[in-house]
């Protein structure tokens, strides 16, 4: 099998060629059919994240191993099974199936794991982060628990639901359904992250989305898939702007970027009861008078990825309402180096997917 890795920190990938493995106890094999090119591959791929004023969390000391097969947004075709893996008559898969490959793998055995949480575990073993992930030709699963089964969606499409999707969709589902509903949501960044979080708040009935990004392009981007408005967050009244979108009051903020700047701006326009999810990993730091908790009844909230079963119930959401697809450009395995630097210049609208079709 061949895959591009991380062999060293913000060198370019390295073309590795290593003999494919056989699945041995309840693993399955799977031949990759797509992977997506994700914004936190460039942190895996650095290896830190910046954690304000000079600081830096390096991801090598968080159980990061090198040479590192990332790539944890994946559709395979299942192509042999272990022993065990072949026995098991429900939940099982077969030779040909093709399946949505859930990522955020923990240790099984916790209380975060055996509540369903696995993304929460403290001992992750994430495809793409701690084990060999998509950018490759072939995938090796643990367990076929894992994998989802996504119908009709076309594969490029159901690959990025399995972080950009579930991390969204994890976020809209902490402001709750009644608020999505009833208020304009404020939505920080307009990449691929954030057209997909504006196409499952449509799928989920969503009132709608006050996009907010610094590139003309990506507002323009954000309008067309259906953005309530578009702003420039560095606008010297883009606090006004964003609350008479929002209709006097915002209720609520996803920051898909989460640096210093945008964490303060969205901590800025909320009103009192309001609340903030950060899920962006772009870094810095904030400071904010602790009695703005209180007396603002703040609430300030991080989200990281979903869970299984919200995998599931997105997949469910997307197959009885299919998003107005993000746009999506399909790429050769054999280019994910200049992937990976397109992504990182933020040349990209929409979405990158690593796969045989390209
Ligand atoms: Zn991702
Ligand atoms: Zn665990």
Same mark, same amino acid.
């Given at each position: ?8 920190? =913000? ?15 309840? &693993?399955?094999?799977?031949? %990759? ?13 650095? =290896? ?24 944890? &947004? ?37 209380? %975060?794991?055996?509540?369903? &949480? ?5 001992? $992750? ?16 699963? $643990? ?12 594969? &490029?499409?159901?690959? !990025? ?132 908790? !209180? ?64």
């Amino acid at each position: 099998m061949k895959s591009y890795d991380v062999a060293e920190c =913000g060198c370019p990938l390295r073309l590795f060629e290593r003999p494919t493995p056989t699945p041995t106890g309840s &693993e399955v094999l799977l031949r %990759v059919l797509a992977a997506g090119v994700c914004h936190s591959d460039l942190h895996f791929w650095e =290896g830190a994240y910046d954690l304000g004023g000079g600081k830096k969390l390096k991801l090598t000391d968080r159980g990061m191993k090198l040479p590192l097969t990332m790539g944890h &947004e994946n559709v395979g075709e299942v192509v042999a099974l272990g022993p065990d893996a072949q026995k098991m008559s429900v939940g099982g898969v077969k030779i040909g199936d093709r399946r949505l490959v859930y990522p955020w793998i923990g240790c099984g055995q916790c209380l %975060v794991c055996r509540r369903g &949480e696995e993304n929460l575990c403290l001992k $992750p073993g994430f495809i793409g982060v701690h084990r060999p992930g998509g950018y490759s030709d072939h995938l090796m699963m $643990p367990h076929p628990r894992y994998l989802v089964d996504y119908g009709d969606i076309p594969a &490029e499409q159901a690959a !990025p639901l399995a972080c950009s999707g579930v991390t969204t969709y994890g976020a809209l589902k902490k402001l709750g359904r009644d608020l999505v509903e009833r208020e304009a949501v404020v939505i920080v960044g307009a990449g691929g992250l954030g057209l997909m979080c504006l196409s499952i708040l449509k799928a989920m009935n969503g009132r709608g989305a006050i996009v907010l990004d610094i590139d003309a392009r990506k507002r323009a981007a954000a309008m067309q898939a259906g953005a309530l408005a578009a702003i420039d967050p560095n606008a010297a009244d883009a606090q006004q702007q964003i609350v008479k979108a929002a209709g006097g009051a915002l209720w609520a903020a996803i920051d898909l970027v989460g640096s210093s700047s945008t964490v303060q701006l969205c901590v800025d326009c909320l009103t009192k009861g309001g609340a903030l999810i950060v899920v962006g990993l772009f870094g810095g730091a904030i400071t904010i008078p602790t009695p703005y908790l !209180p007396l603002r009844a703040l609430a300030l909230r991080g989200s990281y990825t979903g869970s299984l079963g919200e995998l599931k119930e997105l997949v469910e959401l997307v197959r009885k309402a299919p998003l107005p697809y993000v746009p999506m450009r399909v790429r050769p395995l054999d280019e994910a180096n200049a992937a990976l630097a397109d992504l990182k210049a933020g040349r990209v609208i929409g979405r990158q997917v690593l796969g045989p079709g390209g």
